[in-house]
């Protein structure tokens, strides 16, 4: 249903993939952040993931957001962490929607046409 509402993508079942013997509560604990916020490290790790891919597709203001939310992780600031992780929530909302416009108005156009760089 979450998925069906547009809340959960596949970086969730990516995110279930993670939990095993070892961490067999591994989704909660990412999730219920409240719980564990001890365990920077462990959302540091996986900001670093995101940050990634981000930076992969040159997803310019996730990829910011995520070395703010990386630098709140290792001044073990939970507050920052919070606001952050809410911001990235938001980036990356406003990114899927303008992507996803983005390659409907690219298959509509043809395999021929590029995106127009604005910077030249």
Known sequence: MLFLQGYLDEQFNQLE???????PNFVEEVVVFDKYPQDFYRLDSLVHTLKGRGTSIGAMRMKNE?????AHCNNKNLEGCRRSLQKMKREH????QKLEAYCQMMRQVGPRERAVNSRK
């Open 17 to 23: 993939e993670l939990q095993d013997e070892t961490s």
């Open 66 to 70: 995520c070395s703010v939310l990386k």
């Open 93 to 96: 909302a406003t990114l899927k």
